[in-house]
């Protein structure tokens, strides 16, 4: 399948920004989080996957501190990646630091962004750039509607346009 390119700020992971009733095991291959990504829980509980159940569409998630197995469905899991913060316009001197996604505000639609120095900031989407390798939810595309609601594989990100290129 031939690359698309999506606005930064109409994507979301697979952290339950997607449309209710829409399965994960429904998404290609490609799509799926991989075994042995970081992610974090709904309750903030930190884990790996550690495998994925198509038929029901259920991770197992090894939580990090006490090594107990815990079963999640996408909707409750936030991928752990490694970020680079962008066009920042009133904190101009945090562009291009890097941080680890640690969260998501729901309320404010701003992911939650751990900095390497242990400094956290509340960031929209816009202004995080995320990893060749993402998984991805496509939202609020007006040209090409029929790719909203579907998981993707980031695979290439333009720095001008701001937009991603999925599969």
Do not use: F
């Not at 066009?87 to 404010?108: F, K, P, V």
């Not at 496509?138 to 701001?162: F, Q, T, W």
């Amino acid at each position: 399948m031939p690359p698309k390119r999506v606005s930064a700020g109409k994507q979301s992971d697979c952290a339950g920004k997607r449309k209710r009733g829409a399965r994960q095991s429904d998404a290609p291959d490609h799509a799926r989080l991989p075994t042995g990504q970081s992610v974090v829980l709904r309750d903030s509980t930190i884990g790996v996957i550690t495998d994925y159940e198509p038929d029901d569409g259920m991770y197992e998630i090894t939580v990090e501190s006490s090594q107990r197995i815990m079963y999640a469905t996408c909707e409750s899991i936030l991928p752990r990646y490694q970020v680079i913060l962008i066009d920042l316009q009133g904190r101009a001197e945090l562009n291009g630091r890097r941080g680890t996604i640690e969260g998501w505000d729901s309320e404010r639609q701003r992911y939650e962004i751990a900095l390497d120095d242990a400094y956290r900031v509340k960031l929209q989407p816009q202004n995080v750039m995320l990893p060749h390798d993402a998984r991805v939810h496509i939202e609020g595309l007006v040209s090409a509607v029929h790719y909203n609601g579907k998981l993707a594989k980031v695979v290439d990100h333009d720095v001008d346009s701001g937009k991603y290129d999925v599969q």
